[in-house]
């Protein structure tokens, strides 16, 4: 029995069913389309082989079984779901190939059928059936390995199975697979020791502040309703948040450089001295609402016109800043030499980025130390970003 990690109120797919829809699973990478989450044995144009296509998937992602485990051939380590799901589009193709051959048992299959459908398969044709071009050396080797890893797991089908003592023996891409030089040679020692001490600087240092200051923007998102406010009360509260900044030597928030752009398009001056003034973050700051707060301050005869005057001193005295961590926790540099600020004020955009290098530091590190592949480290910094609480 596999046990997935399902969402809350959610169940695992019954062996029984032909159509095992893997959506609710949590820990799947987001690049993994939810299309491909379904898999769908009821392709295989052969029913009676259905059966066999769901015991190979289990026992690929249960190696530690008590009827895998003593297989002589078998894998030792789980293969992810991504990778079960390629199998089964591999396993699919053949199957319905050996069908369109007249073979209706596996234990009809002989190696001449292998080696026919790996030069089938070794070959791209157009709908037309003109020759394109040659196939991968990936898309060769999975066309001769899935048919083989059949007779690696004979043992356990309850319904077909090769003959006694066939497996499809391994050609040249199966055998020099293994052998041949990787077309991109490892990193240099110069050039990957820098970069491992990067990424893990990243993930000690950097990394926990990186997660909270995302789940405080995200919670920043949301903002209660601005009550209804007299034009008196308005100027007051515009005035109060002013001369706070003020008092506490606190920026007033930069606009963005997106909201500079929507500012020109609306007809500002760049030379205009509130041009890089978050009018709209100063409104949601001081709780007085309102749309448009370049109408209501700036414009000649407009209703906050009082305001200006205190708006513009304030401005020469405390400036601007981007409003994101702004009060940073001060931390270890790189180089050991004392201590700084473990970032300067973002912007909201600056925020994300920062997430996806992070992100990206941890698959470094992932890859580095352990040695997974890829598809296998995406699930692991998936899990490690769901336990953490992080998007």
Same mark, same amino acid.
């Given at each position: ?235 007051? &509260? *515009? ?12 920026? !007033?928030? @930069?606009? =963005? #450089? ?109 890859? &580095? *130390? ?12 998936? !899990?490690? @970003?769901? =336990? #953490?609480?992080?998007?």
């Amino acid at each position: 029995m596999v046990r997935l990690p399902v969402r809350l109120g959610c169940h695992s797919p019954l062996f029984e069913q032909n159509v095992w829809d893997l959506t609710m699973v949590d820990g799947i990478p987001r690049f993994f389309s939810p299309r491909r989450r379904i898999l769908d044995f009821t392709k295989i144009r052969n029913a009676r082989w259905w059966t066999v296509a769901k015991e190979y998937l289990l026992a690929l992602m249960t190696p530690e079984h008590e009827q895998v485990c003593v297989l002589a051939d078998a894998y030792r380590l789980p293969k992810t779901l991504i990778t079960c799901e390629q199998r089964l589009e591999w396993l699919t193709t053949s199957m319905n190939w050996l069908t369109e051959q007249g073979v209706s048992a596996l234990s009809e299959v002989t190696q001449g059928h292998c080696d026919r459908f790996l030069q089938h398969r070794s070959t791209i044709y157009d709908r037309d059936g003109n020759r394109l071009r040659d196939a991968s050396d990936d898309g060769r080797m999975m066309a001769e390995l899935v048919p083989r890893e059949l007779g690696y797991y004979g043992e356990l089908f309850s319904t077909h199975r090769y003959r006694d003592g066939f497996c499809p023996g391994a050609t040249t891409v199966i055998r020099t697979a293994g052998n041949t030089e990787n077309r991109t040679q490892p990193a240099r020692a110069e050039l990957q020791k820098p970069l491992l001490a990067a990424a893990l600087f990243l993930v000690q240092k950097v990394g926990p502040h990186v997660i909270a200051l995302q789940r405080e923007t995200e919670s920043h998102r949301t903002s209660p309703r601005a009550p209804v406010m007299l034009l008196a009360e308005r100027e007051e &509260a *515009l005035a109060r948040t002013l001369r706070r900044h003020a008092r506490n030597g606190e920026p !007033l928030v @930069q606009t =963005s #450089a997106e909201g500079l752009e929507y500012k020109i398009g609306k007809g500002w001056d760049p030379a205009d001295p509130l041009f890089h003034v978050s009018l709209k973050s100063l409104v949601k700051e001081s709780g007085t609402g309102g749309s448009d707060p370049r109408r209501h301050w700036v414009e000649p005869g407009g209703r906050w016109e009082p305001i200006l005057p205190l708006l513009e001193q304030t401005l020469a005295q405390v400036g601007v800043a981007p409003f994101w961590g702004r009060h940073a926790a001060v931390i270890d540099r790189a180089d050991g030499n004392g201590h700084v600020p473990w970032t300067l004020p973002l912007f909201a955009a600056d925020v994300r980025s920062l997430v996806g290098v992070v992100r990206t530091a941890c698959m470094i590190t992932i890859t &580095a *130390l352990s040695g997974m592949r890829h598809s296998e480290n995406e699930v692991e910094l998936h !899990l490690m @970003q769901h =336990s #953490a609480g992080s998007k």
